[in-house]
C-alpha cells in the first residue's frame, strides 16, 4: 500500500503600513519574491511582487516612509524580513491578464545611507560609552532602530579620547572591527556581537527529514547549504547540519528566502561558515 505524502500549505504574508501603526495586511494575494540577509553591516534586502491589487490598494502602498513586513513557512509562518520600503520602491506594471506590483524593502538601508556623526569624547573614555551613544542615535526617528538587550561591548578604553565626523556606520565599524567585534541590522534591530560569536536565537536543525535539499557542499569557509523555505535559518545565527555524509554546527553568514505562494519556488540557501 502506498501512502500518500500530506504536503503542508505554503503560507505567505506581508504587512505593509507606517512605522509603528496598522497598514494594509496580504494574506490569500498571489505573491513572490526574496529576501537575501547577511550577518554583517550590509541592509539586508527584500523584493516582494503581489498580484491583481486593486488601484486604491496600490495607492496606499505608494504612501512615502512605510515598513515591509514579509512572513512565509509552512503551517505557521515566521517572519523573513522586516524593514523600509525604499524611494520609488513600489512599481506597478500592466500586462493583460495579470497586474504585478513589485515592492522593493531594506532593512536599516535609511540609517546605512543617511545617518552622520559627529561625536568627542576626553582622554580615557571607555569604548562601551562610545559605541553605545553611537547606536542610541539609530533609535531617534526616523531611524527608529531597536537595540538588542544581549549586545556585548569592548572593554577597552580611549586614553587619548576619540573625534569622529562623518557616516555613523563609519564611526561604528571602525571602532569595533579593529577589536574584534561586529554590528549588523536584523529586522530593524541593532546587534554588537563578537567576531567568532552567533546571534542569539533558536538554531534550526536541518536535516533530510526536516527539509534538506540535496547534500550540503563544502566551501573554504564552511558550507552551502539548500533547505526547504525555513524562516529558522537566520543570517548571523546558529544552524546545525546533518546529512547521511554531512555533519556539523555552522553559523548563517548569507541566507537567501525565495518563495512563491501558488508555485514551485519555496527554498531557503544559506552560505554558512564555521564557528571560529
Known sequence: MVVATQIQPRIVQALVGPAGAPGLKFTAEYMTGS???YRGSKPNEATLVIHNLSESTIAQLEAPNQTLQILAGETTPGSIFLGDITTRGVVTKNSQPERTTTITAKDG?????????SKSYPPNTPVATVVQDLLTTATLPPHNLALNPSNVYPTDSFPAGWAFQGRWRQALTEILVNRGFYWTIQGKVLFVLQAGTVAPGNVPNVTPQTGLVGSPVRTKKGANVVSVLNPGIVAGRGIQVASQFFNGLYRAATVTHQFDSDGVKW????????IA
Do not use: F, W
Not at 109 to 117: E, H, K
Not at 267 to 274: F, N, P, R, S
Open 35 to 37: 529576501v537575501k540577509s
Open 109 to 117: 538601508r535609511r540609517t546605512y545611507r543617511d545617518l552622520q556623526a
Open 267 to 274: 527554498v531557503t540557501t544559506a552560505q554558512c561558515e564555521v
